[in-house]
Structure formats: structure tokens, C-alpha cells
């Protein structure tokens, strides 16, 4: 903001001397040397200011420009091919962006071709005849997992202060921000500036979200996440502190699991723009519902279902693998398998397993429920699946009295050894003591402050003893 600053003095004491100078010639007589004097410092002006234009990022935006880049910064086109590294000799951080330094990210235009999208719909197409499930399942997470970012929908601060990110290098900075409708991350490298736009947003928020860009039929990870507890920009999960990275592809394993639909094109990271169906949808459970649509659309006294797969009424390893598709974090989508599994197929036709729970490309986080609540008693002794808990049609996240209420489906108070000492308060949350929440290393983000494990809760259900302490301290506060 200095430089904006900087141009209104140059302005407000121009308009100081223009009056000065008319004063002067009052007197009927032509000052030649006053008027030199004006047209040279219109002339001053005219420069100071096509210099601060060319360095004002809302002016240049306009042009699909970004701040040409200072001679003291070097930048090269990484041995790949694929992105510009910009640096500077004396630093070790850097800058990654898979566009040419001084340009900004281009979006493709849509191909204006009808994109296949394999006979998915997304969920606003069931609503005619499924609006009682529809209307709860637009508030859940699994819904808002994708979304485009209009201002409203973005739930980090672009404004106020907090809208900035420092990180331990200090030629590096962060600020989010807002202009003509569009929120943009706007990056300082030393003097430099440059910005690219937030256009999806992944993540329902209720953790975090993060943001996505188009550069051509490409899509990339921005830097700069959100995080709401503590409600702070951070790094992305696996991004350096002190880097700015605007290169990391999108591929199409992270879409597998956070939208209904992408027609995959080619690696690491093209896709057909228009074929994008946000949001997890009924679909990634039920099948697609082109079929199924059609039919009831043709034969509307029909009350049988057809073309539709309920996962509940498959056995239950079936059952499992459909929610197996996002909810393990071991896994990842054979070569151009991504979005193939139909419920009622087994997951490793489609997956490949993947050694432990490691940072590797598409096992980024998640706690990895299924394996984990497969180790419990509870799991092991009935038929137990995710549907004996979670209603996916509605949010329920923070409801422990009513997941408590699913517990005494099969159990019974004096089951628990706590009765005695807690009486009717047992029933209010069985949860806090035997599924606690717990940090997990796969969710791992470096932050200005060190590394950040948002917590999960744990599906292996079980006594807990250290869990037990900690929630009867928190209830006699
Ligand atoms: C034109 C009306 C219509 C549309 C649109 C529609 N359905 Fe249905 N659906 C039906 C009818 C009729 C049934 C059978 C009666 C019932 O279960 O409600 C049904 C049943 C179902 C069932 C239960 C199947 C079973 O075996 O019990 C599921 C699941 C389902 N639909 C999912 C969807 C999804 C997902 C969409 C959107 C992609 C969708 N439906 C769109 C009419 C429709
Ligand atoms: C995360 C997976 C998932 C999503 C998303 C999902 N469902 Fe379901 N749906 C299920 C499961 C599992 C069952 C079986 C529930 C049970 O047996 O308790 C089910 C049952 C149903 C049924 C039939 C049984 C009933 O309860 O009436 C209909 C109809 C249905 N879903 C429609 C939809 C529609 C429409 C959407 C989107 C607006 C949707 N579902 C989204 C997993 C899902
Ligand atoms: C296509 C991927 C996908 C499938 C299939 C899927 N989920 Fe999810 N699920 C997600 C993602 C991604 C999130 C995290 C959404 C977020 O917060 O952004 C999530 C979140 C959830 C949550 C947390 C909701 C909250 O508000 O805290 C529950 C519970 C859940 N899923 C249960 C299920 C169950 C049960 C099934 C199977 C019937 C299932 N999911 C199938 C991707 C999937
Ligand atoms: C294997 C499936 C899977 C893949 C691949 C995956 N995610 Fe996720 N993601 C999840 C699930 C499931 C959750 C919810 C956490 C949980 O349930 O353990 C989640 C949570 C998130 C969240 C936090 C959402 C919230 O507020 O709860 C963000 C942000 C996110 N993922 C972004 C990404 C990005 C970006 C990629 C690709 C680089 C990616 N994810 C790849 C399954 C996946
Ligand atoms: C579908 C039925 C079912 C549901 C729902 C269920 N359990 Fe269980 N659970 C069992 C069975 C069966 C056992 C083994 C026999 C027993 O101990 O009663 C068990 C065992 C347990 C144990 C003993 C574990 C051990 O290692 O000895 C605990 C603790 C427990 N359940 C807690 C819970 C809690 C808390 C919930 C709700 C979040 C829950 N259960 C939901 C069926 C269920
Ligand atoms: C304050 C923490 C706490 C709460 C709340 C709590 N439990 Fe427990 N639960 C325990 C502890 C600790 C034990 C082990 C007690 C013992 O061995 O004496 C236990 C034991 C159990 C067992 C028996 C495990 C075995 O060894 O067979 C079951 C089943 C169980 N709880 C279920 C529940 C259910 C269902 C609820 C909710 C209605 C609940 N618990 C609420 C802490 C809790
Ligand atoms: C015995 C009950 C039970 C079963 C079975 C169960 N869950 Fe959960 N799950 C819970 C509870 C309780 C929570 C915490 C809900 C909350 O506080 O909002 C939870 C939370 C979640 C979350 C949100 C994670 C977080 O920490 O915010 C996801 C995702 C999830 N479950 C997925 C699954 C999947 C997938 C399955 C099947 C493999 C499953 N759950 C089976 C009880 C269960």
C-alpha cells in the first residue's frame, strides 16, 4: 500500500503547484519559465505514475499481468519442464509457478465439447424426487467438500490483518485478499509481487479448506491454506515454511476422493474444465444416476427403484468399499482408474494398496477409519458397518449424544464399568472416552510456528484410560 500512498502525494502536491502557477500569471502577463516549470512536472508526474501502475497489481490484473520481475531475481525453467523456479542468489527460498514470471495464471476457456462425465449427474438432480434427503445432505461436509470459491463460500479472512501469512523467511510474505469479486493470493518475494486467484475451494472448512487454480486444462494447489482452529492461514499440508509453491498439481487421486466427477485427461494434472461435478455426491455411494433418472423420468408410476445401488443391502466388505473409496489413507487409484469404482466392486480392482500411511502422493491424510474401527470388539463380534453410526444424508458433526444413543444400540449402561460414577450423565457421551480425538501424522502442516496435527477421532473403540482422565477433568470444570 506505501506505493498507492506515494502516488496520491505526487497527486495532491500537484495540484498544490497547478494553483501556485495560475496565481502567478493573475497579473495578465505570460510566465514562460512557470509554465516550463508545469509541463515538467506534468511530465514527472505522467512517469511516477505509469511507474506505480506497472507495479500496482489491480492495474496490472486488468491486463493478465503480473510485476515484471527485477533483474536481481533469477528464475529458470525447471529441469522437467513443467514449472518457473524464481530465486534469488542469496536466499535458499524460492518460488514455484508452472506460468511464466510477469504473466498471471490463464484459466481455459471451456472446450465448448459435452464432457463426459461417465452418466454422474451430481446430487441437485435427485432433488425433485429425493428432496427430503436432499435438502440435509446439502448441509453436510460431504457436499461441501468442493465448491467454487465465491467470496461467501471462503471462510479464511481476506481483511483485517489476519488476512496475512508471515513465515520464517522474511523476503517471503502472504496476504489474502479480495478485489472485483475475486479473493486472490497475493505473494511478496523480496520486492516482487505477484498474485494468482482462489477459484475451488477443497475442504468443507469444519478442519480446513484449500484452494485451487486453473492454469490452461491444469489444475494447482495454492500455498496458503486455511485452518479454523486457530483460525490462521497456514502452509498447505506438505508445503515448506518459507517457500512459496504455486506448482503442486492436482492430480487426480485428491479429486477421487473430494468430488463426484472429474474426466481425467492426462497426468499429472489435465482435466476437461467443464466436466467437473463438485462436492461428494449421492452418486459416489448410489452409482451413477443417469440411468436411474432417466427411468423414473419415463415411468413415473414405477415406485420400484431401478438402476440404484443401496450400500447397506450389500455384504458388508461390499458396503465397506464404498466408503472405503475416500476413508482409507493407504491407498491410491490404479493408472487412469480414478472415479471407476462403482459401489457393489470390490476396491482393489480399482486401488493399489500403499505401504503404511506415509506422506506419499494419495495417501495424504485421513485417519483411516476402516482400518481402524475394523480392529475394535465391537467391529469383530457383530456386522457392524459405518451406517450403524453415520447417517450420510445429514450433518450430525458434534451431535455426542446422539452417536451415544447408536453405542446403546447394542450396549446397555451397566455395560460400562463408569456407571455407577456417572449415573445419567454416562449416556450424554460415550465418545470423548472411548473414541477420543487424537493427532494423527498423516494430517501433518508446518505452520510459522512449527508442525500442526489437527486431531481426528480415533475408530478403534476401546477402553482408554488416559482418554477417561482427561474427559472427567473436563466435565467437573
Ligand atoms: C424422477 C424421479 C427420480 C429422480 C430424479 C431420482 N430418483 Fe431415486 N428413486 C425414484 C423412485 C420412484 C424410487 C423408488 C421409490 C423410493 O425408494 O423412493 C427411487 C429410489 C432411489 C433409491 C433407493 C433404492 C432402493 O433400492 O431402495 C436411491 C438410493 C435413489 N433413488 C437414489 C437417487 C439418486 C442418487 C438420484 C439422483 C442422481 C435419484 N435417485 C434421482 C425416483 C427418482
Ligand atoms: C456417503 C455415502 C452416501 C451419500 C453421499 C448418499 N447416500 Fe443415500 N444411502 C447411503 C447408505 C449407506 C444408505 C443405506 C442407509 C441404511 O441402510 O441405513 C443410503 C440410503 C438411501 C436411500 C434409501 C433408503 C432410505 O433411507 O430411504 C435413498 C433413497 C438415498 N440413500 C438417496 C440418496 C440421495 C438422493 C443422496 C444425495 C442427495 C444420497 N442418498 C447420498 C449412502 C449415501
Ligand atoms: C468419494 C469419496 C468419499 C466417499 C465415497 C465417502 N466419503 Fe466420507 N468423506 C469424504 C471426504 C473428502 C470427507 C471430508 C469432507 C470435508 O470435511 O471436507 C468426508 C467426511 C466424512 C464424515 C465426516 C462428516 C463430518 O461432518 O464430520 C463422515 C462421518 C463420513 N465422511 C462418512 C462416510 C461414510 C459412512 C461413507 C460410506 C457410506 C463415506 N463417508 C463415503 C469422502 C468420501
Ligand atoms: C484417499 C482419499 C483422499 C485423498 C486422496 C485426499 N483427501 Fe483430503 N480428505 C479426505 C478425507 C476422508 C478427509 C476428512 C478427514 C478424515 O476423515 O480423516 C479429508 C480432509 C481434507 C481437508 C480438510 C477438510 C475439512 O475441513 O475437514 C482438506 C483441505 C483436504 N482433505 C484437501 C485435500 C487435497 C488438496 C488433496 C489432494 C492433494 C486431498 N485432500 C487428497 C480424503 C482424501
Ligand atoms: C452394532 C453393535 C455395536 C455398536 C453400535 C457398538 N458396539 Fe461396542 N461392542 C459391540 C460388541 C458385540 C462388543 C463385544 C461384546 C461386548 O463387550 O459387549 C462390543 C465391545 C465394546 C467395548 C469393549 C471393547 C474391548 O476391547 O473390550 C467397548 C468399550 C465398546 N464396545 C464401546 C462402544 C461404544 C462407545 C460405541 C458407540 C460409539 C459402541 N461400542 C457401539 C457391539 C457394538
Ligand atoms: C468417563 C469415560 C467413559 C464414558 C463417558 C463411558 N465409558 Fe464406557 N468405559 C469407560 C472405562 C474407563 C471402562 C472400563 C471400566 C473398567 O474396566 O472398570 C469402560 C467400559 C465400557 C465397556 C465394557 C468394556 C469391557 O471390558 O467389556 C463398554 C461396553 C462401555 N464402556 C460402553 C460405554 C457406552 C456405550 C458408553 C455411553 C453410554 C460409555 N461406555 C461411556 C469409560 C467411559
Ligand atoms: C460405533 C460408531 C461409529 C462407527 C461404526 C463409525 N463411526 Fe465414524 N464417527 C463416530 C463418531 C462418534 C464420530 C465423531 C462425530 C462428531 O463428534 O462429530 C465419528 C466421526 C467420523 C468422521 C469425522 C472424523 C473427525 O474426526 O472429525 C469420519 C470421516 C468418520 N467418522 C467416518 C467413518 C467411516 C468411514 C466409518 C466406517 C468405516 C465410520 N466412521 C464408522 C462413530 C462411528
Known amino acids: ?173 502472504f496476504e489474502m485478499l479480495e478485489r472485483d469479486e475475486v479473493a486472490y493470493q497475493r505473494v511478496s518475494f523480496f520486492d516482487w509481487q505477484f498474485e494468482v486467484p482462489m477459484q475451488l475451494i477443497m475442504g468443507s472448512s469444519k478442519m480446513a479448506e484449500t484452494y485451487l487454480y486453473w492454469h490452461g486444462d491444469r489444475l494447482f494447489q495454492l500455498n496458503c491454506t486455511y485452518l479454523s482452529e486457530p483460525d490462521a492461514w497456514i502452509n498447505s499440508p506438505g508445503y515448506l515454511d518459507g517457500d512459496a509453491a504455486y506448482a503442486r498439481p492436482i492430480q487426480s487421486g485428491c479429486l477421487d476422493c473430494h468430488t463426484t466427477y472429474a474426466a481425467f485427461e492426462k497426468d499429472p494434472n489435465h482435466f476437461d474444465p467443464d466436466s467437473l461435478i463438485l462436492g461428494v455426491s449421492c452418486e459416489r455411494c448410489h452409482g451413477p444416476g443417469q440411468q436411474h433418472v432417466d427411468y423414473h423420468h419415463s415411468h413415473p408410476n414405477d415406485k420400484k427403484s431401478q438402476f440404484m445401488v443401496v450400500p447397506s443391502k450389500l455384504s458388508r466388505e461390499r458396503e465397506m468399499d464404498v466408503c472405503g473409496q475416500c476413508h482409507t489413507g493407504d491407498k491410491a487409484p490404479k493408472a487412469a482408474e480414478a472415479f471407476g469404482f462403482r459401489p457393489g466392486d470390490r476396491l482393489e480392482d480399482h486401488y493399489d494398496e500403499l505401504e503404511g500411511h506415509d506422506d506419499s502422493a494419495n495417501s495424504v491424510h485421513t485417519s483411516n477409519q476402516i482400518a481402524r474401527l475394523a480392529l475394535s470388539t465391537c467391529f469383530k463380534e457383530s456386522e457392524m458397518a459405518c451406517v450403524q453410526c453415520h447417517d450420510p444424508h445429514k450433518n450430525e458433526r458434534g451431535l455426542s449424544q446422539v452417536f451415544s444413543q447408536r453405542c446403546l444400540k447394542c450396549h446397555q449402561e451397566e455395560h460400562c464399568g463408569m456407571q455407577e460414577e456417572l449415573g445419567p450423565k454416562l449416556s450424554e457421551n460415550c465418545i470423548d472416552c472411548h473414541m477420543p480425538k487424537r493427532a494423527t501424522a498423516n494430517l501433518r502442516v508446518e505452520t510459522i510456528g512449527g508442525q500442526v496435527f489437527p486431531p481426528l477421532r480415533d475408530h478403534y473403540i476401546r477402553v482408554d484410560k488416559e482418554a477417561t482422565g482427561k474427559y472427567l477433568d473436563s466435565i467437573k470444570q
Open 1 to 173: 500500500m506505501k506505493r498507492n500512498l506515494f502516488l496520491l502525494v505526487a497527486v495532491i502536491a500537484g495540484i498544490g503547484v497547478f494553483y501556485l502557477s495560475r496565481d502567478d500569471s493573475d497579473n495578465g502577463t505570460v510566465d514562460v519559465a512557470a509554465l516550463a516549470r508545469e509541463r515538467a512536472r506534468k511530465e514527472a508526474a505522467a512517469e511516477a505514475n505509469a511507474i506505480a501502475n506497472q507495479l500496482d497489481l489491480s492495474v496490472l490484473a486488468k491486463q493478465g499481468k503480473s510485476q515484471p520481475l527485477p533483474e536481481y531475481l533469477a528464475s529458470d525453467v525447471d529441469p522437467s519442464g513443467r514449472f518457473w523456479l524464481v530465486g534469488n542468489p542469496e536466499s535458499e527460498f524460492g518460488v514455484e509457478i508452472p506460468f511464466e514470471p510477469g504473466n498471471l495464471p490463464a484459466a481455459m476457456e471451456g472446450r465448448g465439447t459435452r464432457p463426459n462425465k461417465a452418466g454422474f449427474l451430481g446430487a441437485d438432480s435427485c432433488q425433485e424426487c429425493h428432496a427430503d434427503k436432499y435438502d440435509s445432505f446439502v448441509e453436510t461436509a460431504h457436499h461441501r467438500t468442493s465448491r467454487i470459491a465465491n467470496l461467501d463460500e471462503i471462510s479464511g479472512p481476506l481483511s483485517g490483518g489476519k488476512n496475512r501469512m508471515r513465515t520464517l523467511h522474511p523476503e517471503i510474505g
